[in-house]
């Protein structure tokens, strides 16, 4: 634990940097390797746990009330700590550079609250007592906010702060009861305590369960408790909007992960009610990320996609172990932790590259953008691979954590009492897939083939060394992990067999690798004949001389931007089919089709509902009168009615 320490330290001490220099070059190298050091010193300790399966425990006495804070690290925190401190490092390097564009902002304050927003989610998932739980994860909330609110000069930063910061006290409370009904049987805040006090069926086990998803639901924004997520990536810097979504909402992920190992095998229920949601939230995530034109908020809404994929294994996991297959639950919820770390590299991959085409091009909007492949090919490259990687295409680093899901569900499939998971699971995963397919084919085509729809688009070029260079290490991770996966799959099956509390079998585990590795270097094969066939064509074109001569327009002189496919047009035919829960408004004319998307839970229910709250508080607000009689009559007459009802219900 000595190394982590020192690590968060020095996240602590590059904070504390960028604070007293105040940015400025100096103070950004220090900052930069600061965390870099932080960062691989946390995850040498990670890795080494992961590895042995051990478990390491810290206890700092305490005098403040809940007792002494217990932290520590198992293989489950492990994993979680290892995406946090090498996404979070990443990010900030990237940071750098891409604040540096914004010159009516000063970078520092940005800088510190990310260094510090780092330290705090390795403390969440370090945590292994109620109160430094819940104290880191106030800290994580607040520091979301103020990264949210970096650009604050902007209505749409201000409107996405401040739905956030409702949405994230509304779980925090939800947590403050879950944690209270565990603990009311026990003075023992820790949670080893708490996990031998809810191990049989209860009315507490049932509320705890779910309050989880509830408290922890909203952090990982499944649908339909996704609202503030798409807003709050589209407002945020694009190293934050990495950071959200690589990470952030995957602590939410990790808090129901630990609520299981606390309440030890879940009912069947429960087990249901987060496959369902997962198969929910993959589709219409999915299917609300095609009908998008701004980018960022495009890539929000495959957040809630893969959130959905991460719950599908995870319910996979607690279905196997309600129903006793426990070799069948460390698969469901390895897949689950495997899936939140491949998720948390393929999505910082995306949101580095559209960072970089929106600080050259200027604009996030779909409609503006193309031909930006010639003018970034390093960013068009890696947005290539992530986009491989997200579609779950070998041999990428999102094929494995799919394939782990889809090895689940065919081996559920072998059960009577597990049959359905397959028969529900397996064709919906598939949906998915081809949506997203659909999705990434339209921002691939749109975003950098064809010409350039704008002037802004035509003068882009390919970003500094800052931006380019965390995109590449991410992208050769996920071509390192999709070529290789034995090396992840024994370790991320071991996490899942903790959480299961069940030691994993050595050939099942090499059984699921073996098959996993089979298919990617398939791909693998394939992908490099491809290549040389393609480098051997372009060779052969290159010295056979060919005569040039214009071909026959149809009456038009050159091809115009107003020719190619729009984001709109692309996938018009497929949201059609999904009618009106496709969230998509359409405009047909002759000369113009025009789709605006909008959030089915946030803009058709929450935003009307908290309209007709403020108008019913607003009329409330006649009773605030300012004068102290009336103030007083308000109060004799709620001590009237509080003295009348103990008369009728006869109390003492």
């Known amino acids: 634990m000595t190394l982590l320490w020192i ?70 925190s492990a994993a979680f700590l290892i995406a ?81 910061i409702v949405a994230t006290h509304v779980g925090t409370l939800a947590l403050f009861a879950l944690f209270a009904t565990l603990a009311r049987n026990t003075g023992d805040w820790t949670f080893g305590a708490l996990a031998q006090g809810t191990r049989e069926p209860s009315a507490a086990r049932t509320a705890v369960l779910a309050l989880a998803l509830l408290g922890f639901g909203v952090k990982a924004g499944f649908v339909p408790l996704h609202f503030w997520l798409p807003p709050a990536h589209a407002a945020a810097p694009s190293h934050v909007s990495a950071l959200m979504s690589g990470v952030v909402i995957k602590i939410g992920i990790y808090g129901l992960l630990r609520v299981v190992w606390l309440v030890g095998a879940p009912p069947p229920w429960w087990g249901w009610t987060v496959f369902a949601i997962g198969t929910f939230s993959a ?56 899936h939140t770390m491949n998720h948390a590299l393929f999505k910082s991959l995306l949101f580095f590259c559209a960072g970089a085409v929106y ?58 009492d597990t049959l ?14 081809g949506l997203a397919l659909a999705c990434f084919a339209k921002v691939a085509g749109v975003v950098f083939l064809g010409t350039s729809r704008s002037p802004r688009a035509d003068q882009a070029r390919e970003p500094s060394a800052l931006l380019r260079l965390p995109a590449i290490v991410i992208a050769s991770v996920c071509v390192a992990i999709g070529v290789a996966p034995p090396f992840v799959i024994g370790v991320m099956l071991r996490a899942g067999g903790f959480v299961e509390s069940v030691a994993v079998d050595p050939g099942s585990a090499a059984d699921v690798s073996r098959s996993a590795w089979q298919v990617a270097a398939f791909a693998l094969v394939l992908l490099v004949a491809v290549g040389v066939a393609a480098f051997l064509m372009h060779r052969l074109r290159v010295r056979v001389s060919r005569r040039v001569s214009d071909t026959w327009g149809c009456g038009y002189a050159a091809a115009t931007p107003r020719m190619q496919y729009t984001a709109s047009s692309f996938a018009a035919p497929l949201l ?77």
């Open 7 to 76: 690590g968060l330290g020095s996240l602590v001490l590059a904070a504390a940097v960028q604070l007293a220099l105040r940015g400025g070059g100096r103070a950004d190298r220090l900052f930069a390797i600061l965390v870099l050091a932080g960062a691989a010193l946390g995850i040498a300790t990670a890795i080494g746990v992961l590895r042995d399966g051990t478990t390491l425990t810290a206890t700092i006495p305490s005098m403040l009330p809940g007792g002494n804070w217990v932290l520590g690290l198992d293989p489950l």
């Open 84 to 164: 946090i401190l090498g996404v979070g490092a990443l990010s900030a390097t990237y940071g750098i550079g891409y604040m540096r564009y914004d010159e009516e902002i000063a970078p520092w304050p940005s800088h510190a609250f990310f260094a510090l927003e780092v330290a705090a989610l390795s403390l969440v998932v370090c945590a292994r007592s109620v109160m430094p739980f819940m104290g880191a994860w106030e800290l994580m909330a607040i520091g979301s906010l103020l990264l949210i609110l970096t650009e604050y000069r902007h209505a749409e930063a201000r409107r996405a702060g401040f739905i956030y």
């Open 283 to 338: 589709i219409f995530g999915v299917l609300w990320a095609l009908a998008q034109h701004d980018v960022k908020r495009l890539l929000a809404y495959h957040s809630v996609e893969n959130i959905g994929i991460i719950l599908m294994g995870l319910g996979l996991g607690a279905l196997a172990s309600a129903y006793g297959h426990p070799a069948l639950a460390a698969i469901g919820y390895g897949a689950a932790v495997l």
């Open 359 to 416: 600080r050259e091009a200027r604009t996030r909007d779909l409609e503006l953008l193309g031909g930006l492949a010639r003018r970034m090919p390093v960013i068009w490259l890696a947005f290539a691979i992530g986009a491989a990687a997200i579609v779950g295409l070998p041999p990428f680093n999102g094929f494995v954590s799919e394939w782990l899901v889809y090895r689940g569900l065919l081996q559920a499939g072998q059960s009577a």
């Open 420 to 433: 359905r998971l397959a028969v529900l699971g397996t064709p919906a995963l598939a949906l998915v897939g």
């Open 576 to 652: 059609d089919v999904f009618g009106a829960a496709s969230g998509v408004r359409t405009h047909r004319g002759p000369t113009v089709f025009h789709s605006e998307p909008f959030d089915l839970a946030l803009d058709r229910a929450i935003a009307p509902a908290w309209a007709s709250v403020r108008r019913v508080t607003m009329r409330l607000r006649r009773l605030q009168q300012g004068r102290l009689r009336t103030y007083l009559v308000y109060a004799v007459a709620t001590l009237t009615v509080l003295l009348g009802y103990l008369v009728v219900r006869g109390g003492a």
